[in-house]
């Protein structure tokens, strides 16, 4: 005889197992397109290839001009061996001798301290020496302990400084003072004495050579100009 607990087992369905379950498919979301973005990368590209078309025809629009091939000093006449000539891309708007001009440039002098490596400018040379229209050559006449201890070379700027008699007490204001450029260093005589044109204005001329002829005055180098 069966008990209770087997007829509810009987009349107890099984159930069925649970199969696997399948996963809803993940759609990933999809991009917005920027049009802005994409009419600007167009628009850099095409600025990028006109840039590249611009530089290969600036690289090949070259001028052969003057060049210096060495140092030449302030007052110096040009000669050949200063000069040679180079190839470059130059702007308008930069002043250059031609390749051809540099045959006129020979025996004229420099108005400066031209550097080897340096494009020529049609200023950087004349035909004459200082002083020039508007100036006034002064010689100085300088002891070894008025002169820098690294010497003078034309091109420098000095300040030719007055002074008081050597028995008077230093000023108590600003001496009066005045610039002027080397033009040339003269060697010393046996006495030591060199002799140092400046160029000055014409309106400082007196002033300077009058202060040459009773020895008051100082001189100071100013910063020298690199290139």
């Known amino acids: 005889m069966a008990t209770s607990t087997e007829t509810h087992r009987r009349e107890t369905p099984a159930t069925p197992s649970a199969g696997p379950q399948r996963l809803a498919p993940v ?44 140092d030449v000093p302030y007052g110096a006449a040009i000669s050949a061996d200063d000069l040679t000539t180079t190839a470059v891309a130059v702007d308008p708007s930069v002043a250059t001798v031609a390749a051809d001009g540099g045959a006129a440039l020979i025996g004229q002098l420099a108005t400066s301290n031209l550097v080897a490596g340096s494009l020529l400018a049609p200023s950087d040379v004349a035909p004459t020496g200082p002083p ?42 600003d001496p009066e003072t005045f610039e002027v450029v080397v033009a040339r260093v003269g060697s010393p005589d ?38």
């Not at 049009?35 to 590209?45: E, N």
């Not at 840039?51 to 070259?62: E, F, H, P």
């Not at 006449?141 to 690294?150: F, G, H, K, N």
């Open 27 to 70: 759609v990933p979301p999809r991009g917005r397109r920027r049009p802005g973005l994409i009419t600007a990368g167009v628009a850099l590209s095409a600025l990028g290839a006109l840039l590249a078309v611009w530089l290969v025809a600036s690289a090949g629009d070259r001028t052969d001009v003057v060049m210096l091939a060495r």
């Open 132 to 173: 020039g229209p508007g100036e006034a050559l002064v010689p100085l006449p300088a002891t070894a302990d008025r002169l820098p201890a690294s010497g003078l070379r034309a091109g420098d700027r000095l300040l030719v400084v007055d002074t008081p008699t050597q028995a008077a007490d230093p000023p108590t204001e």
């Open 190 to 227: 046996l006495n030591g004495v060199s002799v140092v044109d400046v160029v000055a204005s014409a309106a400082d001329g007196p002033a300077i050579a009058a202060r040459a002829a009773t020895g008051r005055f100082a001189l100071v180098l100013l910063a020298r100009e690199e290139p």
